[in-house]
């Protein structure tokens, strides 16, 4: 399998089975954390977004604490973290899908290409064609593969003939790594298709609009390890074209997709460094229990 991080996912491996062992230590609850204190490398030479003192709370509830990073352009960033950390949470703020919640306030400055993305000047609809998002379940349109693809750009008026929508969707399709399992079928409804070649559908999806972000939350979690191992192959692939944020519950994942990892706890950032540094010498003692199955 193509993978960005070759060599380290056995050391991602190891760390994972010392989780059956037990280590005495002070429980991580009892760890200060400074909050808007990031260790390792939050920041980037060119960043795409740049994040600072981003805080997300639902009423007078905060899951997000005064978090700044950088996204590079071109980079498989992902974030970790036990469940309920704010990795979710915050990967929303990054195409206003957290808009839809009324007790949801986003304060900080998030600029995507230096555009403030909650500027009231803002189209969000673009900004979503500009992010596009990956869900945990695939969740295509009870239509045909060949209409699921095309709805975006039929939407956003990115076809002038159907000789471009056709052109659009081969693209997509191809692009995802389905155009050979779906060229022949593309008046099929899309919903009897594998639940791996919907979750690639999803992208072709996403990448049909021309986005320049693509965000996944736990895209291969409802998936078999063939599916995850295609979702993977596709996501470095991509990464020559887009900037990929995904959140993963699996460190083994991380370790062979990303190039750098973001490890959350209870809605601090807490360290972001290059995976291979991550998994095999974690500048944190929290992120240090968490790789090694101490908690989480």
Request: hydrophobic share 35%; glycine share 6%.
């Amino acid at each position: 399998m193509n993978t960005l991080n070759p060599g380290i996912t056995m050391k991602a491996d190891i760390r994972a089975q010392q989780a059956a062992v037990p280590v005495p230590e002070d429980k991580p609850e009892d760890t200060v954390i400074e909050e808007g204190k990031t260790v390792g490398k939050p920041f980037a030479g060119d960043p795409k977004f740049k994040l600072r003192n981003v805080s997300v709370s639902y009423g007078s509830d905060r899951a997000i604490k005064n978090i700044s990073l950088d996204i590079a352009r071109n980079e498989v960033i992902a974030f970790i973290g036990p469940s309920g950390c704010g990795k979710s949470t915050f990967l929303r703020c990054l195409n206003r899908m957290n808009d839809s919640i009324d007790s949801c306030r986003v304060e900080g400055q998030l600029m995507l290409d230096d555009e403030d993305i909650y500027h009231s000047n803002n189209d969000v609809v673009e900004l979503r064609a500009r992010v596009g998002m990956v869900f945990q379940k695939p969740n295509p349109f009870p239509k045909s593969i060949y209409d699921n693809v095309a709805y975006g750009p039929r939407i956003h008026g990115l076809a002038n003939s159907q000789t471009d929508l056709d052109e659009i969707v081969e693209n997509s399709l191809r692009k995802a790594g389905l155009w050979n399992e779906a060229k022949d079928r593309l008046d099929s409804v899309a919903t009897g298709m594998s639940g791996g070649q919907q979750q690639r559908l999803c992208i072709a999806r996403a990448i049909a609009v021309s986005p320049e972000v693509i965000l996944m939350d736990e895209p291969c979690s409802a998936l078999d390890p063939i599916a995850t191992a295609r979702v993977e192959e596709l996501i470095a692939q991509m990464s020559e074209s887009f900037t990929i944020v995904i959140v993963t519950h699996s460190m083994q994942q991380a370790a062979r997709v990303a190039h750098r990892t973001a490890y959350f706890h209870l809605g601090h950032l807490v360290e972001v460094n290059e995976t291979n540094r991550v998994f095999t010498s974690p500048e944190h003692e929290l992120t240090e229990s968490y790789i090694t199955g101490r908690f989480g």
